[in-house]
């Protein structure tokens, strides 16, 4: 059955290589960011006491339109940062998700966490790219590749000194898509392709079947402290959101409200243990 992921697929290709026209390799890897060391989102994920949320900016999203379309990416972003959020993502698709590489490279010049680039990956070039405008790590989607697709694609990333977060939706493109040498974090999209529902039995189901040598994330359909402290119970330790916070005509105010709550809920449990 088609989805969505293969409407976009199909015209990320035909972008990518309308854009290596514009901007060869030999051009990207001129930017100041090549020879800067990356920051590492499994540190920051990992760190004791931080909330564990990467917050994203996301404009709008093919099964819900326009979200947030003038959200400022410098006053977003920044204070995605300074409420708390331990990385952020930015969406650089602007077909489907009104995005732009230089809302990355604009939150880069802004943040000092770091910043992953959330795109639909499906050729190295794009892994450069990311390199260049100031990301610290790649999505790769399992649903869009090959297990020989991302062993190169990540090992590149890994090369250029970026981390790796590989997406899964089930088990299957789970079991088949591990990969210790190409991938540093799995993530669970709790989001069904077919019907776009959304359900955190998925991360729940899903959260043994992950090696513990991967930092584990849950992505989407989360927007409380409450659904974060039943997560961290079975092993994640990263919380992907977008349109909780951009749904709100401040997005970085939404972020700080939810890292207080799940400030005063570690306070509890901490309490309790």
């Not at 309308?18 to 800067?36: A, D, G, M």
């Not at 009104?98 to 770091?114: H, I, M, Q, V």
């Not at 039995?201 to 409450?226: C, H, Q, R, W, Y």
Request: proline share 3%.
């Amino acid at each position: 059955m088609s989805t969505i992921l293969d409407t976009i697929v199909a015209h990320k290709r035909k972008e990518v290589a309308s854009r290596r026209e514009l901007v060869p390799v030999k051009l990207l890897e001129t930017s100041l960011y090549f020879k800067s060391q990356p920051l590492s989102l499994r540190k920051y994920l990992l760190r004791e006491g931080g909330s564990g949320l990467i917050a994203e900016f996301k404009r709008k999203s093919p099964s819900k339109g326009w979200i947030n379309q003038y959200a400022p990416v410098e006053r977003t972003t920044l204070g995605y940062m300074q409420a708390g959020a331990a990385a952020l993502s930015i969406l650089t698709d602007t077909e489907f998700f009104g995005g732009k590489s230089e809302d990355l490279t604009t939150a880069r010049r802004f943040n000092f966490c770091p910043i992953l680039r959330k795109d639909f990956v499906v050729d190295e070039y794009q892994i450069l790219e990311a390199k260049s405008m100031g990301a610290d790590a790649v999505l790769l989607i399992a649903a869009v590749l090959t297990p020989q697709e991302i062993d190169t694609l990540g090992r590149l990333a890994r090369s250029l000194g970026l981390e790796v977060l590989l997406e899964v939706h089930d088990g299957e493109e789970l079991a088949r898509s591990i990969n210790a040498e190409a991938v540093d974090l799995i993530g669970v999209n709790n989001r069904n392709l077919h019907d776009f529902s959304l359900s955190l039995d998925t991360s729940m189901t899903l959260a043994e079947a992950i090696p513990n040598e991967f930092v584990k994330v849950s992505e989407s359909g989360i927007s409380t402290a409450s659904a974060i402290g039943q997560l961290r119970e079975v092993g994640y330790r990263g919380f992907l959101l977008g349109e909780a916070f951009m749904r709100h005509a401040r997005p970085e105010r939404a972020c700080a409200a939810l890292v207080q709550e799940i400030a005063a809920l570690s306070k509890v449990e901490s309490v309790v243990a």
